[in-house]
């Protein structure tokens, strides 16, 4: 899907990213992608949302580590935007309260 995201930029004002936490050998696409929407003028800004999912699932390496191997702390340091990242499972709910709050801050933020 990633070749037509650019035709849903315009008045985009919040973009939530979903991470699959489970399986980190599609990390470095997953990464691509992330830093091309980072980098896209008409979402300079927007705010975003990292969401690291399936954390409900076992996997060879921790969030941390997967946290680490895409440079998160330098992305989020380089980034325009204000980045946000939350750890959930949408199969069990972990992390839903704390995504409702930040989309409710936000779009408060934004007016
Ligand atoms: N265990 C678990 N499964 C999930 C979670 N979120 C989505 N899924 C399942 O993942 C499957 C969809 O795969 P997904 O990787 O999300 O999408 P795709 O990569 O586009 O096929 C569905 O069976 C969902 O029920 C989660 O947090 N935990
Ligand atoms: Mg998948």
């Not at 315009?10 to 992608?33: E, H, I, K």
Request: proline residues 4%.
């Amino acid at each position: 899907m990633g070749p037509i995201w650019s035709s849903y930029y315009g008045n985009c004002r919040s973009l939530l990213f979903v991470v699959d936490a489970s399986n980190p050998t599609q990390l470095s696409a997953s990464c691509v992608q992330l830093l091309g929407l980072l980098s896209a003028e008409e979402l300079a800004e927007a705010s975003v949302l990292i969401l690291f999912n399936k954390i409900d699932l076992p996997c060879y390496m921790t969030i941390e580590e997967i946290k680490s191997l895409i440079r998160l702390p330098d992305l989020i340091a380089c980034a325009k935007q204000n980045i946000t990242t939350i750890e959930i499972s949408a199969r069990k709910g972990t992390g839903l309260s704390d995504v409702l709050r930040w989309l409710q801050d936000t779009h408060k933020t934004n007016g």
